[in-house]
T-cell receptor
Framework: AQSVAQPEDQVNVAEGNPLTVKCTYSVSGNPYLFWYVQYPNRGLQFLLKYITGDNLVKGSYGFEAEFNKSQTSFHLKKPSALVSDSALYFCAVRDSLYNTDKLIFGTGTRLQVFP | DAGVTQSPTHLIKTRGQQVTLRCSPKSGHDTVSWYQQALGQGPQFIFQYYEEEERQRGNFPDRFSGHQFPNYSSELNVNALLLGDSALYLC?????????????FGQGTRLTVV
C-alpha cells in the first residue's frame, strides 16, 4: 500500500537554529517525493522534489531534503530557521509503478519558529 | 504568469444542494487534479483530468464528478452535499511530461456545508 507518515504533528525551533521535519514513505515502485508548504488560508506551495540522482536535493527558500532509500525517508531540513518559515509542511509521494498522477500526502507537520 | 486560479474562494451551501467549483490551470499545463483537504488532514486525491477525460479517480463516491474543457480549465461538481463534504478543495495542475514533474496548487475553495 502507498502511504506517507509524518510522525510529528508539530516541530518547535528557535530562530537561527537548524530544523528538521521528518517524513517516511511506503510505495511499491520507485518513489517520486515532494515537499509542499501551506500558509494559513492558502493553497500548497512547492518546495522541492526528489526524482533520481543525488540524495540531497535543494529547493526554495534555503530548504533541502535528504532521500534515504534504506530507511524510506525524505526529511526536510534547513540550516538556519526563520520566523517566516512558520507554516504547515506536507510530504507527498507519487508511486512510479502505477503510472499515476496521484499524490499521497502525509497529515502535515506544523513548524513553529520562535524569535 | 497567474498560476493556478480557483473560484470561488469561499462558499456556503445547505445539505442536499449541489455545488460547482472552478479551476484555471497554470499557463502551459494540461493536466488538472482535484484534492479534498479536510480540517487537520492532508489533501486526498479526488480525480485527475487530461485531454478532457477523467484519467484516474480516488476513493470518492459518484456524487463527485468533474469536467475539463478544451482550454484545460476544469470544474468539480458535488451533488447531494453532506456535512462531511465541508473542506478545502484544491486544484492542482502540471504539464504532462512524465511523473517527475511537480504539481502546482491553487489557493483552494473553502466549502462549508450547513
Amino acid at each position: 500500500a502507498q502511504s506517507v507518515a509524518q510522525p510529528e504533528d508539530q516541530v518547535n525551533v528557535a530562530e537561527g537554529n537548524p530544523l528538521t521535519v521528518k517524513c517516511t514513505y511506503s510505495v511499491s515502485g520507485n518513489p517520486y517525493l515532494f515537499w509542499y508548504v501551506q500558509y494559513p488560508n492558502r493553497g500548497l506551495q512547492f518546495l522541492l522534489k526528489y526524482i533520481t540522482g543525488d540524495n540531497l536535493v535543494k529547493g526554495s527558500y534555503g530548504f533541502e531534503a535528504e532521500f534515504n532509500k534504506s530507511q524510506t525517508s525524505f526529511h526536510l531540513k534547513k540550516p538556519s530557521a526563520l520566523v517566516s518559515d512558520s507554516a504547515l509542511y506536507f510530504c507527498a509521494v507519487r508511486d512510479s509503478l502505477y503510472n499515476t498522477d496521484k499524490l499521497i500526502f502525509g497529515t502535515g507537520t506544523r513548524l513553529q519558529v520562535f524569535p | 504568469d497567474a498560476g493556478v486560479t480557483q473560484s470561488p474562494t469561499h462558499l456556503i451551501k445547505t445539505r442536499g444542494q449541489q455545488v460547482t467549483l472552478r479551476c484555471s490551470p497554470k499557463s502551459g499545463h494540461d493536466t488538472v487534479s482535484w484534492y479534498q483537504q479536510a480540517l487537520g488532514q492532508g489533501p486526498q486525491f479526488i480525480f485527475q483530468y487530461y485531454e478532457e477525460e477523467e484519467r484516474q479517480r480516488g476513493n470518492f463516491p459518484d456524487r463527485f464528478s468533474g469536467h475539463q474543457f478544451p482550454n484545460y480549465s476544469s470544474e468539480l461538481n458535488v451533488n447531494a452535499l453532506l456535512l462531511g463534504d465541508s473542506a478545502l478543495y484544491l486544484c492542482a495542475s502540471r504539464r504532462d511530461r512524465g511523473l517527475n514533474t511537480e504539481a502546482f496548487f491553487g489557493q483552494g475553495t473553502r466549502l462549508t456545508v450547513v
